[in-house]
């Protein structure tokens, strides 16, 4: 520790005039006081926080598209109106009578497990009674019907390798068109697709 007397300070540095002496004694105490602790003991400073730097945030990766799966009945449609856009037909346009009719005989040959146009059991047997109870007036109507195909890809192909299906889909009378399709308890399915044109 070095000595903080003022007498014993200027002393030491041969200082003799009384004035000098004060000023070097008030500089000198300042120096060492903060230096050696003189009046007291002080508290150390602090030093000031440093504030950590924000963890690194890594790049998240963008998210994959969504794939939602369309619907077999819509997929149907989109690749009927392909099939007619190849052979340069007009795309039939989709209406809400004829895929109540066609979802009506889906679910009815599901509920009796059976491929068929007309169902004499069911409550409304043949394409004539559903369109009627669903209010289509026609001028020319049909229908295909399928079972066990899971991909509408599939259905449109064997359709298509099928004469009357294949007449259906492309023919021109047409102008209108609804898909329908359920499953069986055993979780077979059943598709139907109606076609028409408008009184």
Not at 64 to 84: G, H, K, M, Q
Not at 172 to 192: D, L, P
Request: include cysteine; glycine fraction near 6%.
């Amino acid at each position: 520790m070095l000595p903080c007397d003022p007498k014993t300070l200027a002393a030491r540095r041969g200082v003799r005039s009384p004035l000098a002496s004060r000023t070097l004694v008030a500089a000198s105490m300042l120096v060492f006081g903060a230096l050696a602790g003189c009046g007291g003991k002080h508290p150390a400073p602090e030093p000031a926080p440093v504030e950590a730097p924000p963890p690194p945030v890594a790049a998240r990766p963008a998210p994959a598209p969504v794939r939602v799966p369309v619907p077999i009945a819509d997929s149907i449609f989109i690749l009927t109106n392909r099939e007619r856009s190849r052979a340069d037909l007009t795309p039939l346009r989709h209406n809400a009578d004829l895929t109540r009719a066609a979802q009506l005989q889906a679910e009815q040959m599901a509920a009796a497990e059976k491929l068929a146009h007309d169902l004499p059991k069911a409550k409304y047997p043949t394409l004539a009674s559903r369109l009627k109870l669903v209010g289509y007036a026609y001028r020319a109507t049909g229908e295909n019907v399928a079972e066990g195909y899971t991909s509408a890809a599939a259905l449109m192909a064997g359709w298509m390798t099928s004469p009357l299906h294949r007449a259906n889909i492309l023919s021109a009378r047409f102008t209108e068109t609804g898909i329908g399709t359920a499953h069986s308890k055993s979780g077979r399915a059943y598709h139907a697709q109606v076609f028409g044109r408008p009184r």
